[in-house]
């Protein structure tokens, strides 16, 4: 049995939802609400995610666009200074440069301490 997604009340208020679930139910007057259901959400997280996206062991998506691991880039820590603070920044260049040396120093990245345990 599939795991509930604590997301599923908010995605079915999306228009992807929502259309896609007009959509069904006009096509095919005999169709379950059950499987219209299914079938709208998974409309609903390509709309988000993409129709190719990735899914880890646990089922969850795998970020793959630009700013997720991997394919940071200069403006992605710039806005993060900019819109989440100081700290916020600091904890996302020391991830990066402990994660990736190399794409660290590919940003000009400033290199920070490590973070002293509380």
Known sequence: MA???P?????RQ???YIMESNKLFRSNPEITEAEV???ALIAADQAVFGHDAKKDKKGNYIPQGIGSPGRETSNHFA????YEGKEAWEAAVREIQKRDPK?????????LPPEKPA
């Open 3 to 5: 795991k509930a997604d």
């Open 7 to 11: 997301e599923a009340p908010a995605k």
């Open 14 to 16: 999306s228009a992807a």
């Open 37 to 39: 259901d299914r079938l």
């Open 79 to 82: 806005a993060i200074r900019r």
């Open 103 to 111: 794409k660290h120093a590919e940003l000009n990245l400033p290199k």
